[in-house]
T-cell receptor, first 112, second 114 residues
Framework: DADVTQTPRNRITKTGKRIMLECSQTKGHDRMYWYRQDPGLGLRLIYYSFDVKDINKGEISDGYSVSRQAQAKFSLSLESAIPNQTALYFC???????????FGQGTRLTVV | GNSVTQMEGPVTLSEEAFLTINCTYTATGYPSLFWYVQYPGEGLQLLLKATKADDKGSNKGFEATYRKETTSFHLEKGSVQVSDSAVYFCALLLSQGGSEKLVFGKGTKLTVNP
């Protein structure tokens, strides 16, 4: 099984719909992250969490929310999806002090 | 602010050619530096890292040296293979106020032809 599992892998949704992307990890790490990847823009941080009670905004948090349900689970929600949120979304986890980040395989989201 | 600039791609090479992908950074403080690789259809995975000046990270024939004087961390491989075709991301990690965040470059797509 993968260390970091994202569901769904692909999703097409309509403008205005609420959608949740889920992430679970088996690494036992406290730190979890959500990134968005767009062509030519690299990865940009949406939200991050250093433990269950700690949630922080990243550089592009507008239009997104997150929930850290447990150490192993970190979900990303789009309350009202819009077309410019069409992107590849990655969940990641890391440990201190190694700082190596382990990524899921990504969720390709299309908003029509 | 903290940022990473890497050479724009795509880069196309023949098998056994020499590879260099340039990466420079801007950071307040002393970051750790990383190269991540993304193979088609997969997430990113760590390729190599260096945590202080003059450190050399190496893995799978790839190397990069942390150059503080030139704020660079260029990725090199002496002889690329078709299986090296992927997108390569340079990244920095900086600790600030008890928080650590990875900042990524935009990625460089490498295609290696037989």
């Amino acid at each position: 099984d993968a260390d970091v599992t994202q569901t769904p892998r692909n999703r097409i949704t309509k403008t205005g719909k609420r959608i949740m992307l889920e992430c679970s990890q088996t690494k036992g790490h406290d730190r979890m992250y959500w990134y968005r990847q767009d062509p030519g823009l690299g990865l940009r941080l949406i939200y991050y969490s250093f433990d269950v009670k700690d949630i922080n905004k990243g550089e592009i948090s507008d239009g997104y929310s997150v929930s850290r349900q447990a150490q192993a689970k970190f979900s990303l929600s789009l309350e009202s999806a819009i077309p410019n949120q069409t992107a590849l979304y990655f969940c990641a986890t890391s440990d201190f002090p190694g700082y190596e980040a382990f990524f899921g395989q990504g969720t390709r989201l299309t908003v029509v | 602010g903290n940022s990473v600039t890497q050479m724009e791609g795509p880069v196309t090479l023949s098998e056994e050619a020499f590879l260099t992908i340039n990466c420079t950074y801007t950071a307040t403080g002393y970051p750790s530096l990383f190269w991540y690789v993304q193979y088609p259809g997969e997430g990113l995975q760590l390729l190599l890292k260096a945590t202080k000046a003059d450190d050399k990270g190496s893995n799978k024939g790839f190397e990069a040296t942390y150059r503080k004087e030139t704020t660079s961390f260029h990725l090199e491989k002496g002889s690329v293979q078709v299986s090296d075709s992927a997108v390569y991301f340079c990244a920095l990690l900086l600790s600030q106020g008890g928080s650590e965040k990875l900042v990524f470059g935009k990625g460089t797509k490498l295609t290696v032809n037989p």
